[in-house]
């Protein structure tokens, strides 16, 4: 028992600030980096893959009849930058809203830092002004924030910006945007497996250690501790699954595992999902607001 408890105690102490390492990614000035595109980002995980997988959906069906688009943004915490700054390198880096129109919002929620800022770019200013963001996120995410429902913020508030674009009586999407949607789950998909990366690498280290001194009952327990390890950590049994299994198979080939990892995970800084394409005319500069929870 004790041996399991300290087995237990180390992949914890392995995995969890390898796990974390991607939402921590940051330039040599300190500053978080851009992530890949996408319609929800959330390297931290903060959202049940479920429910970003939903708010995904969301904004491509939105965009397909609107034309406009809507990009979310889920970090830990942009300090020492001031996420008003975080959100504008962003904009400028996605360029998300159509070309010649220039009808993109983007959604930056700081966990940690209990921050949120909606950032509008030039076309959109009249019919989302700053009071109305900060409005947005004092009455849409605040009370759902507060109590970590995050999902339920972004989806009210989401709902709240729908009809404010979609009164402003922009161009209609074309429905291309629909041709994305096939992709969410195939994305979602990949993106969940690649999160278990770093407690596969975890487990692997630690099973090749304990099958030294306990055979095979050393790569069970290494297994059986991911598995507990990534249900606990991202509320999915199944993922636990699979990535317990995935230690248990490779085990015995620790290092070209390890290799092959490396080679899958990369830098993470070129990984994109899915089908969400950047319309190429946002324009943010200034438009939005920022507020706490």
């Not at 830092?113 to 995410?141: K, N, Y």
């Not at 994305?187 to 630690?206: H, K, M, N, T, Y």
């Not at 290092?255 to 324009?283: H, I």
Request: glycine fraction near 16%; proline fraction near 4%.
């Amino acid at each position: 028992m004790r041996w399991w408890i300290a087995s237990l105690a180390l992949l914890f102490a392995i995995a969890l600030p390898a796990a974390r390492a991607a939402d921590a990614a940051r330039g040599a000035d300190g500053l978080l980096l851009v992530p890949p595109l996408a319609r929800v980002s959330d390297p931290g995980g903060f959202l049940a893959p479920a429910d970003r997988a939903a708010l995904e959906s969301k904004l491509a069906a939105f965009e397909a009849t609107h034309g406009s688009q809507i990009a979310i943004v889920m970090v830990a915490s942009t300090k020492p930058e001031p996420i008003e700054d975080f959100a504008h390198r962003v904009g400028d880096a996605w360029k998300i809203g159509r070309r010649g129109i220039g009808d993109g919002v983007l959604i930056v929620v700081a966990v940690q830092d209990r921050t949120a800022r909606i950032d509008v770019a030039r076309r959109l200013e009249g019919a989302i002004p700053d009071v109305t963001a900060r409005r947005l996120i004092r009455d849409q995410m605040a009370p759902h924030f507060a109590s970590k429902d995050y999902a339920g913020g972004l989806t009210a508030t989401l709902d709240a910006l729908f009809g404010l674009i979609a009164a402003e009586g922009l161009a209609p999407g074309t429905g291309d945007a629909a041709r994305g949607d096939r992709q969410h789950s195939a994305a979602d998909g990949e993106s969940a497996i690649r999160s278990l990366i770093p407690f596969i690498i975890a487990g692997v280290l630690l099973g090749a250690l304990l099958r030294r001194l306990f055979g095979v009952l050393g790569t069970l327990l290494a297994a059986g501790g991911v598995v507990a390890i990534v249900a606990f950590v991202m509320s999915s049994l199944l993922l636990g699954a699979v990535a317990g299994l995935v230690v248990f198979v490779l085990t015995p080939f620790g290092g070209p595992m390890m290799m092959a990892t490396q080679v899958l995970g990369g830098r993470g800084g070129g990984f994109s999902l899915g089908g969400f394409r950047s319309g190429g005319g946002g324009d943010f500069s200034g438009g939005g607001a920022s507020g706490n929870w």
